[in-house]
């Protein structure tokens, strides 16, 4: 649509969709564009950090979340995503490995040592186990356990809170549906069990807390998020209720789980749809980390000996970014001029992220992957200038007032996690998997076929269960 009629496109009466990069930065970068009332239907709870409209509670609520996640608390963090998010997934690889002693068909019908893993899964449990020590300072194990309920029915939280927006008697609906049927809603019983526990401590005395923690499996990190936040209180004094803790919780718990975990997992079927990409970046890694037995790489290691993987990742999030739908805004009550035409109050804005990724004004064959787009080229100043500019114009987390309060915490695990597996292991594609080098879209140039997808708030592989297995094997020394 916006390929061809343009950067704004009025696409009903009372809305206009906007996918211009310098006009999304503009409207986000102000509170003015309020956030419109689909977000209030979208409530679960209560109102919270992700809904709410009003400016003044959103900066509150963002304050007290950055103590847990600020620069200050980011070496204790890292420390949590090696121990418990890609050393336990080693392990668990390690584990499944040498066990095994298995022989898999590849994508060219040769029997090789290894192993099916699917990166959907295992993603979503490792940033589940990362988000939930930073929130809780207690790791779960999901995934030595290999436990996806939890997850699945977070997921369907998301989903469940996409449909009220869209309808708010769908909503009423199913909520009276999961009361008759007694469903258990798995994410909000634990939040509740953890809310309970800490309201419990918080009648003890010091001593009796510091004893009852010998008994809880505990990471050292100086803040968790929960404790933050039952602590905190608002102008008035006030701390937060049962209900407003809880909904606060279960936003964390969903941005930290499902956005980087999509984000990894669509890296990873990119790099195996270019062979000659997964090769580049494999042994970017493993020239500059070759002492891969003696320890994890570090994301701010990654981070500045990585160049090449750092911009294979920017245009995996330009292409396809975790939120592939529209983000509502209302325009202030003055009115407001988007890309040169006079927005009226009470007008729909949609801001469609992904439509800026792809636009040609933007980006020269966006429907193409080049990550060399992303690294630095001519004088030393010039090219850093542009190549920062380049880097800014993709926006997966969103940006200004309202971006993801998580973002770098989801840069830390993707450049700790995947860095170590491409160093640790080799990867190949299964025989029969659908998308595959040789599978071409017509519509991205000839350029291989990426995964069909669904949006429920951040995109979904269609068919995960079986599209996101890869064969996994011990690297060759």
């Known amino acids: ?83 418990v998010g890609i050393k336990s997934l080693t392990k668990k690889i390690d584990e499944m490995l040498n066990s095994n002693k298995g022989r898999v068909e590849n994508i060219e019908g040769e029997m090789v040592e290894g192993i099916l893993f699917n990166y959907y899964d295992y993603f979503h449990m490792l940033t589940f186990d990362v988000i939930s020590s930073i929130t809780f300072g207690e790791n779960l194990g999901m995934l030595q356990n290999c436990n996806h309920e939890i997850i699945e029915d977070l997921i369907n939280e998301l989903k469940m809170s996409l449909m009220r927006s869209v309808s708010p008697m769908y909503g009423i609906g199913l909520d009276l549906y999961n009361k008759v049927t007694k469903k258990k809603r ?51 004094g006030n701390k937060m209720t049962d209900l407003q803790l809880a909904a606060e919780l279960l936003i964390v718990l969903a941005g930290g789980t499902d956005s980087t975990s999509i984000s990894m997992s669509y890296l990873m079927h990119i790099l195996m749809l270019y062979p000659e990409i997964y090769k580049k970046v494999t042994q970017e890694v493993r020239q500059n980390f070759p002492s ?74 966006p429907r193409r992957f080049i990550p060399e787009r992303f690294i630095s080229s001519g004088s030393e100043d010039g090219g850093a200038l542009e190549m920062n500019k380049r880097r800014s114009d993709v926006m997966p987390f969103s940006v200004g007032v309202r971006s993801c309060p998580g973002k770098h915490l989801a840069w830390m695990e993707i450049l700790t996690v995947i860095p170590n597996l491409l160093n640790r292991y080799d990867f190949e594609l299964e025989k029969g998997a659908v998308y595959n080098p040789k599978n071409i879209d017509p519509e991205r140039e000839n350029e291989p076929k990426m995964f069909e997808d669904v949006v429920y708030l951040t995109r979904t592989p269609i068919g995960h269960k079986t599209h996101c297995n890869l064969i996994i094997k011990n690297r060759k020394e």
């Open 1 to 83: 649509m916006h390929s061809f009629y343009g950067p704004i496109v009025r696409v009903s009466p009372n809305e206009v969709s906007v996918a211009n990069t310098e006009a999304i930065k503009k409207i986000f970068s102000t509170h003015k564009f309020k956030k419109s009332v689909l977000y209030k239907n979208s409530i679960t709870l209560t109102e919270d950090i992700f809904t709410t409209d009003n400016e003044e509670f959103n900066k509150m609520r963002r304050s007290q979340l950055n103590s847990g996640i600020s620069q200050h608390n980011l070496v204790g963090i890292e420390n949590v995503i090696i121990e």
């Open 292 to 365: 891969w037995k003696n320890g994890f790489i570090k994301s701010t290691e990654a981070k500045s000996k990585l160049p090449y993987l750092v911009s294979v990742i920017y245009e995996s999030m330009r292409i396809k970014p975790i939120g592939a739908g529209v983000i509502f805004r209302e325009p202030p009550d003055t009115g407001a001029t988007v890309c040169g035409y006079e927005i009226p109050p009470g007008t729909d804005i949609s801001v469609f992220i992904e439509g800026a990724h792809l636009s040609e004004d933007m980006w020269e064959n």
């Open 186 to 236: 798995l994410t909000l019983e634990f939040i509740y069990k953890r809310i309970n526990e800490i309201r419990k401590s918080e009648k003890q005395s010091l001593s009796e807390n510091q004893q009852e923690s010998k008994n809880v499996k505990c990471l050292i990190i100086e803040k968790n998020i929960m404790d933050i936040y039952s602590k905190s209180t608002d102008k008035e």
